[in-house]
Protein backbone atom coordinates (compact mmCIF):
# COMPACT_ATOMS: atom_id res chain seq x y z
CA UNK A 1 0.00 0.00 0.00
CA UNK A 2 2.80 2.48 0.80
CA UNK A 3 4.51 1.74 -2.27
CA UNK A 4 1.25 1.98 -4.44
CA UNK A 5 0.91 5.98 -2.30
CA UNK A 6 4.15 6.45 -3.34
CA UNK A 7 4.34 5.77 -6.98
CA UNK A 8 0.85 8.21 -6.93
CA UNK A 9 2.57 11.15 -5.78
CA UNK A 10 5.98 10.59 -7.77
CA UNK A 11 3.67 9.97 -11.11
CA UNK A 12 1.84 13.55 -10.34
CA UNK A 13 5.12 15.50 -8.65
CA UNK A 14 7.90 14.14 -10.00
CA UNK A 15 7.89 16.54 -12.76
CA UNK A 16 7.17 19.25 -10.21
CA UNK A 17 9.43 18.97 -7.35
CA UNK A 18 12.12 21.76 -8.30
CA UNK A 19 14.15 21.61 -11.37
CA UNK A 20 16.25 24.50 -10.44
CA UNK A 21 17.75 25.82 -14.19
CA UNK A 22 18.29 28.59 -15.84
CA UNK A 23 15.74 30.84 -17.24
CA UNK A 24 16.53 28.74 -20.82
CA UNK A 25 13.63 26.79 -21.71
CA UNK A 26 15.89 24.39 -23.64
CA UNK A 27 17.87 23.41 -20.19
CA UNK A 28 14.60 22.00 -18.73
CA UNK A 29 14.32 18.63 -19.63
CA UNK A 30 11.28 15.91 -18.80
CA UNK A 31 11.89 13.94 -16.04
CA UNK A 32 12.08 10.50 -17.71
CA UNK A 33 15.96 11.46 -18.75
CA UNK A 34 18.10 8.90 -16.95
CA UNK A 35 21.38 9.29 -15.91
CA UNK A 36 24.23 8.90 -18.33
CA UNK A 37 26.99 6.59 -18.52
CA UNK A 38 29.25 9.14 -17.97
CA UNK A 39 30.28 9.00 -14.41
CA UNK A 40 33.06 11.64 -14.03
CA UNK A 41 32.36 13.05 -10.73
CA UNK A 42 30.90 16.37 -9.79
CA UNK A 43 32.16 18.87 -7.89
CA UNK A 44 29.62 19.97 -5.48
CA UNK A 45 30.21 22.42 -2.16
CA UNK A 46 28.86 21.44 1.04
CA UNK A 47 27.95 23.56 3.88
CA UNK A 48 27.53 20.80 7.00
CA UNK A 49 26.45 24.10 8.99
CA UNK A 50 25.89 24.23 12.63
CA UNK A 51 24.03 22.35 15.57
CA UNK A 52 22.61 19.12 13.92
CA UNK A 53 23.96 20.29 10.27
CA UNK A 54 26.91 17.62 9.99
CA UNK A 55 24.36 14.91 11.48
CA UNK A 56 22.46 15.51 8.73
CA UNK A 57 24.79 16.28 6.18
CA UNK A 58 26.74 13.01 7.04
CA UNK A 59 23.13 10.77 6.38
CA UNK A 60 23.23 12.73 3.03
CA UNK A 61 26.77 11.93 2.03
CA UNK A 62 25.74 7.96 3.11
CA UNK A 63 22.51 7.88 1.29
CA UNK A 64 24.34 9.29 -1.97
CA UNK A 65 26.95 6.62 -1.61
CA UNK A 66 24.48 4.12 -1.55
CA UNK A 67 22.68 5.26 -4.70
CA UNK A 68 26.49 5.65 -6.02
CA UNK A 69 25.37 9.37 -7.24
CA UNK A 70 28.81 11.01 -8.52
CA UNK A 71 29.02 13.80 -6.43
CA UNK A 72 32.95 15.07 -4.89
CA UNK A 73 31.57 17.01 -2.17
CA UNK A 74 33.93 20.30 -1.57
CA UNK A 75 33.30 20.83 2.01
CA UNK A 76 33.43 24.37 3.77
CA UNK A 77 32.71 25.15 7.71
CA UNK A 78 31.49 28.17 8.99
CA UNK A 79 34.43 30.39 10.51
CA UNK A 80 35.27 31.40 13.94
CA UNK A 81 36.28 35.10 13.16
CA UNK A 82 34.62 38.02 10.90
CA UNK A 83 36.23 37.89 7.66
CA UNK A 84 36.36 41.39 6.60
CA UNK A 85 35.63 40.80 2.93
CA UNK A 86 32.57 38.91 3.58
CA UNK A 87 32.14 41.25 6.83
CA UNK A 88 30.56 37.44 8.22
CA UNK A 89 31.77 34.25 9.44
CA UNK A 90 31.56 32.99 6.32
CA UNK A 91 34.96 33.16 4.37
CA UNK A 92 35.58 34.72 0.43
CA UNK A 93 36.73 31.04 -0.40
CA UNK A 94 33.88 29.06 0.59
CA UNK A 95 31.82 31.57 -1.37
CA UNK A 96 34.00 31.23 -4.49
CA UNK A 97 33.62 27.36 -4.20
CA UNK A 98 30.05 27.58 -4.83
CA UNK A 99 30.44 30.32 -7.48
CA UNK A 100 33.42 27.76 -8.71
CA UNK A 101 31.24 24.91 -8.83
CA UNK A 102 27.74 26.42 -9.34
CA UNK A 103 25.78 24.11 -7.15
CA UNK A 104 25.92 23.45 -3.65
CA UNK A 105 24.27 21.80 -0.49
CA UNK A 106 23.61 23.90 2.74
CA UNK A 107 22.59 22.58 6.39
CA UNK A 108 21.07 25.39 8.71
CA UNK A 109 23.12 27.66 9.75
CA UNK A 110 22.88 30.40 13.48
CA UNK A 111 24.63 33.27 13.00
CA UNK A 112 26.77 33.39 16.13
CA UNK A 113 26.07 36.41 18.76
CA UNK A 114 28.79 39.05 17.90
CA UNK A 115 28.59 42.28 15.95
CA UNK A 116 29.88 43.77 12.62
CA UNK A 117 29.06 41.17 10.91
CA UNK A 118 26.00 40.46 8.79
CA UNK A 119 23.65 36.59 8.92
CA UNK A 120 25.19 33.70 7.07
CA UNK A 121 22.08 33.29 5.14
CA UNK A 122 21.84 36.95 4.09
CA UNK A 123 25.54 36.93 3.22
CA UNK A 124 25.09 33.99 0.78
CA UNK A 125 21.82 35.27 -0.92
CA UNK A 126 23.81 39.25 -1.49
CA UNK A 127 27.30 37.51 -2.61
CA UNK A 128 26.09 35.05 -4.76
CA UNK A 129 23.08 36.92 -5.94
CA UNK A 130 20.23 34.39 -5.00
CA UNK A 131 17.59 35.98 -6.48
CA UNK A 132 14.73 33.61 -5.80
CA UNK A 133 14.20 31.05 -3.29
CA UNK A 134 12.04 28.29 -4.01
CA UNK A 135 10.22 25.97 -2.32
CA UNK A 136 7.96 23.01 -2.99
CA UNK A 137 5.43 22.14 -0.39
CA UNK A 138 3.28 18.79 -0.72
CA UNK A 139 1.92 15.94 1.25
CA UNK A 140 3.94 13.05 2.03
CA UNK A 141 2.18 9.65 1.53
CA UNK A 142 1.24 7.98 4.70
CA UNK A 143 1.64 11.03 6.85
CA UNK A 144 -1.05 12.34 8.15
CA UNK A 145 -1.26 16.16 8.56
CA UNK A 146 -4.32 18.53 8.95
CA UNK A 147 -4.61 18.90 5.07
CA UNK A 148 -4.65 16.14 2.63
CA UNK A 149 -3.47 16.85 -1.06
CA UNK A 150 -1.29 20.05 -0.52
CA UNK A 151 0.55 20.21 -3.61
CA UNK A 152 2.25 24.11 -4.37
CA UNK A 153 5.32 25.90 -4.66
CA UNK A 154 6.46 29.07 -3.18
CA UNK A 155 8.54 31.66 -5.35
CA UNK A 156 10.45 34.21 -3.02
CA UNK A 157 12.39 37.06 -4.36
CA UNK A 158 15.41 36.75 -2.36
CA UNK A 159 17.17 39.96 -2.74
CA UNK A 160 15.58 43.06 -1.46
CA UNK A 161 12.32 44.33 0.07
CA UNK A 162 12.55 44.49 3.92
CA UNK A 163 15.12 42.46 4.14
CA UNK A 164 17.51 44.96 2.54
CA UNK A 165 19.31 46.09 5.54
CA UNK A 166 19.37 49.67 5.06
CA UNK A 167 18.15 50.91 8.68
CA UNK A 168 19.08 53.94 10.65
CA UNK A 169 17.65 56.27 13.57
CA UNK A 170 15.84 59.82 12.73
CA UNK A 171 15.79 60.84 16.05
CA UNK A 172 16.10 59.70 19.29
CA UNK A 173 13.34 57.06 19.51
CA UNK A 174 12.52 56.89 16.17
CA UNK A 175 13.91 54.48 13.77
CA UNK A 176 13.19 54.07 9.98
CA UNK A 177 13.51 50.97 8.05
CA UNK A 178 13.89 51.42 4.17
CA UNK A 179 12.15 48.68 1.68
CA UNK A 180 13.64 48.29 -1.46
CA UNK A 181 11.74 47.07 -4.11
CA UNK A 182 13.24 47.29 -7.64
CA UNK A 183 12.22 46.87 -11.22
CA UNK A 184 14.98 44.62 -11.96
CA UNK A 185 14.73 42.29 -9.15
CA UNK A 186 10.98 41.83 -9.80
CA UNK A 187 11.03 41.08 -12.98
CA UNK A 188 13.60 38.48 -12.86
CA UNK A 189 11.94 36.32 -10.25
CA UNK A 190 8.58 36.92 -11.86
CA UNK A 191 10.04 35.52 -14.90
CA UNK A 192 11.40 32.51 -13.13
CA UNK A 193 8.11 31.97 -11.56
CA UNK A 194 6.14 32.20 -14.96
CA UNK A 195 9.02 30.01 -16.50
CA UNK A 196 8.63 27.49 -13.39
CA UNK A 197 4.92 27.07 -14.19
CA UNK A 198 5.14 26.84 -17.61
CA UNK A 199 8.17 24.20 -17.27
CA UNK A 200 6.75 22.23 -15.09
CA UNK A 201 3.00 22.17 -15.84
CA UNK A 202 1.51 24.33 -13.12
CA UNK A 203 -1.56 26.36 -14.04
CA UNK A 204 -2.15 29.25 -11.93
CA UNK A 205 0.54 32.21 -10.60
CA UNK A 206 -0.66 34.00 -7.70
CA UNK A 207 1.29 37.15 -7.04
CA UNK A 208 1.18 38.20 -3.30
CA UNK A 209 1.00 41.74 -2.30
CA UNK A 210 0.28 44.22 -0.14
CA UNK A 211 0.01 47.15 -2.87
CA UNK A 212 -3.51 48.62 -1.81
CA UNK A 213 -1.15 50.24 1.23
CA UNK A 214 2.27 50.26 0.32
CA UNK A 215 1.06 51.59 -3.33
CA UNK A 216 4.84 52.44 -4.44
CA UNK A 217 7.08 49.44 -3.62
CA UNK A 218 3.85 47.04 -4.09
CA UNK A 219 2.66 48.74 -7.11
CA UNK A 220 6.01 48.21 -8.86
CA UNK A 221 6.12 44.42 -7.96
CA UNK A 222 3.06 44.10 -9.21
CA UNK A 223 3.50 46.25 -12.11
CA UNK A 224 6.38 43.87 -12.80
CA UNK A 225 4.54 41.06 -12.55
CA UNK A 226 1.24 41.78 -14.71
CA UNK A 227 4.00 42.46 -17.40
CA UNK A 228 5.22 38.86 -17.26
CA UNK A 229 2.26 37.70 -17.04
CA UNK A 230 1.74 39.21 -20.88
CA UNK A 231 4.07 37.12 -21.98
CA UNK A 232 2.61 33.42 -20.88
CA UNK A 233 -1.57 33.82 -21.46
CA UNK A 234 -2.00 29.81 -21.02
CA UNK A 235 -0.91 30.53 -17.33
CA UNK A 236 -3.76 31.58 -15.17
CA UNK A 237 -2.67 35.10 -12.95
CA UNK A 238 -4.43 36.62 -10.21
CA UNK A 239 -3.04 39.27 -7.31
CA UNK A 240 -4.66 38.24 -3.67
CA UNK A 241 -3.37 40.52 -0.66
CA UNK A 242 -0.98 38.96 1.84
CA UNK A 243 -3.33 38.71 4.94
CA UNK A 244 -6.25 37.19 2.57
CA UNK A 245 -3.41 34.20 1.21
CA UNK A 246 -2.71 33.82 4.49
CA UNK A 247 -6.60 33.14 5.41
CA UNK A 248 -7.31 31.15 2.37
CA UNK A 249 -4.12 29.31 2.40
CA UNK A 250 -5.33 27.91 6.23
CA UNK A 251 -8.46 27.41 5.07
CA UNK A 252 -8.37 25.84 1.70
CA UNK A 253 -4.28 25.34 0.52
CA UNK A 254 -5.81 23.96 -3.05
CA UNK A 255 -6.83 26.89 -4.02
CA UNK A 256 -2.98 27.98 -4.92
CA UNK A 257 -0.57 26.47 -7.20
CA UNK A 258 2.51 28.65 -7.60
CA UNK A 259 3.00 31.75 -5.54
CA UNK A 260 5.19 34.48 -6.37
CA UNK A 261 6.25 37.12 -3.53
CA UNK A 262 8.88 40.05 -1.95
CA UNK A 263 10.99 38.87 0.09
CA UNK A 264 9.03 39.35 3.76
CA UNK A 265 6.21 37.80 2.42
CA UNK A 266 7.86 34.81 1.17
CA UNK A 267 9.70 34.15 4.23
CA UNK A 268 6.35 34.35 5.89
CA UNK A 269 4.54 32.38 3.82
CA UNK A 270 6.52 29.71 2.72
CA UNK A 271 7.31 28.23 6.69
CA UNK A 272 3.12 28.77 6.68
CA UNK A 273 3.09 26.50 3.71
CA UNK A 274 5.47 24.06 5.45
CA UNK A 275 3.01 23.67 8.19
CA UNK A 276 0.49 22.68 6.42
CA UNK A 277 2.57 19.58 5.48
CA UNK A 278 4.00 18.45 8.80
CA UNK A 279 6.92 20.83 9.07
CA UNK A 280 10.40 22.49 7.72
CA UNK A 281 11.83 19.18 8.73
CA UNK A 282 9.46 18.23 5.72
CA UNK A 283 10.62 20.91 3.13
CA UNK A 284 12.92 20.87 0.64
CA UNK A 285 14.07 24.35 -0.83
CA UNK A 286 16.50 25.69 -3.33
CA UNK A 287 18.25 28.85 -3.55
CA UNK A 288 18.38 30.18 -7.91
CA UNK A 289 21.09 32.62 -8.73
CA UNK A 290 21.98 34.44 -12.04
CA UNK A 291 24.13 32.25 -13.88
CA UNK A 292 22.82 29.26 -13.23
CA UNK A 293 23.91 28.60 -9.55
CA UNK A 294 22.00 26.65 -7.19
CA UNK A 295 22.43 26.25 -3.53
CA UNK A 296 19.99 24.00 -2.17
CA UNK A 297 19.30 24.36 1.94
CA UNK A 298 17.28 22.85 4.70
CA UNK A 299 15.84 25.77 5.98
CA UNK A 300 14.80 24.71 9.71
CA UNK A 301 16.85 25.59 12.51
CA UNK A 302 20.14 24.69 13.47
CA UNK A 303 18.72 22.42 16.96
CA UNK A 304 21.45 23.33 19.44
CA UNK A 305 19.28 20.98 21.88
CA UNK A 306 19.73 18.02 19.86
CA UNK A 307 22.82 18.50 18.43
CA UNK A 308 25.26 15.07 18.64
CA UNK A 309 22.40 12.55 19.98
CA UNK A 310 21.74 11.04 16.83
CA UNK A 311 17.89 12.22 16.99
CA UNK A 312 17.90 15.02 14.67
CA UNK A 313 15.35 14.11 10.91
CA UNK A 314 17.88 14.12 7.66
CA UNK A 315 14.50 14.30 5.40
CA UNK A 316 14.40 18.04 4.57
CA UNK A 317 18.54 18.14 3.81
CA UNK A 318 18.01 14.88 1.74
CA UNK A 319 14.97 16.30 -0.29
CA UNK A 320 16.44 20.02 -1.05
CA UNK A 321 19.67 17.23 -2.00
CA UNK A 322 17.04 15.36 -4.60
CA UNK A 323 16.63 19.16 -6.06
CA UNK A 324 20.13 19.62 -6.52
CA UNK A 325 20.59 16.69 -8.49
CA UNK A 326 17.39 17.92 -10.59
CA UNK A 327 19.62 20.48 -11.02
CA UNK A 328 22.36 18.77 -12.47
CA UNK A 329 19.82 16.38 -14.48
CA UNK A 330 20.39 13.35 -12.46
CA UNK A 331 16.80 12.55 -12.29
CA UNK A 332 16.86 8.99 -12.39
CA UNK A 333 19.13 9.48 -8.89
CA UNK A 334 17.00 11.88 -7.98
CA UNK A 335 14.00 9.88 -8.47
CA UNK A 336 15.53 6.55 -6.80
CA UNK A 337 16.46 8.96 -3.66
CA UNK A 338 12.91 10.67 -3.44
CA UNK A 339 11.07 7.50 -3.86
CA UNK A 340 13.26 5.76 -0.76
CA UNK A 341 13.08 8.84 1.68
CA UNK A 342 8.84 8.84 0.79
CA UNK A 343 8.43 4.90 1.23
CA UNK A 344 10.21 4.75 4.38
CA UNK A 345 7.98 7.58 5.83
CA UNK A 346 4.68 6.00 4.32
CA UNK A 347 5.68 2.74 6.22
CA UNK A 348 6.01 4.46 9.37
CA UNK A 349 8.54 1.69 10.97
CA UNK A 350 11.31 3.97 10.99
CA UNK A 351 10.23 7.77 11.92
CA UNK A 352 12.45 10.39 13.49
CA UNK A 353 10.63 11.41 16.93
CA UNK A 354 9.34 14.86 15.34
CA UNK A 355 7.58 12.45 13.07
CA UNK A 356 6.05 10.78 15.92
CA UNK A 357 8.68 7.92 15.97
CA UNK A 358 11.14 6.71 18.08
CA UNK A 359 13.98 6.08 15.32
CA UNK A 360 17.48 7.48 15.52
CA UNK A 361 19.17 9.67 12.56
CA UNK A 362 21.28 6.42 11.93
CA UNK A 363 18.56 3.89 11.86
CA UNK A 364 15.91 6.14 9.60
CA UNK A 365 18.93 7.01 7.22
CA UNK A 366 19.66 3.40 7.35
CA UNK A 367 16.06 2.57 6.44
CA UNK A 368 16.48 4.68 3.05
CA UNK A 369 19.77 3.32 2.12
CA UNK A 370 18.01 -0.08 2.36
CA UNK A 371 15.56 0.76 0.20
CA UNK A 372 17.60 1.92 -2.22
Same mark, same amino acid.
Given at each position: ????????????? $??????AT? @???? $?????AR????????????????????????? #???????????????????? %???????T??????????????N? =?G????????? %?????S??? /?? +??E??????????Y #?????? /????????I??????????????????? %???? #?????? +????????????? !?????????????????????T? %??? @?????????? !????? !???????N??????????L? &??? =?????????????? *?????? @???????N????GI???? *????????????????????????? /??? +???????????????? @?? /????????T *??????S??? &??????????
Amino acid at each position: MATQLVRRVLGSQ $SNQILSATN @LKPS $SILPIARYFSADTTPIRATLFPGDGIGPEIAE #SVKQVFRTAEVPIEWEEHYV %GTEVDPRTQSFLTWESLESVRRNG =VGLKGPMATPI %GKGHRSLNL /TL +RKELNLYANVRPCY #SLPGYK /TRYDDVNLITIRENTEGEYSGLEHQVVR %GVVE #SLKIIT +RQASLRVAEYAFH !YAKAHGRERVSAIHKANIMQRTD %GLF @LKCCREVAEK !YPEIV !YEEVVIDNCCMMLVKNPALF &DVL =VMPNLYGDIISDLC *AGLIGG @LGLTPSCNIGEGGIALAE *AVHGSAPDIAGKNLANPTALLLSAV /TML +RHLELHDKADRIQNAI @LN /TIAEGKYRT *ADLGGSSTTT &DFTKAICDHL
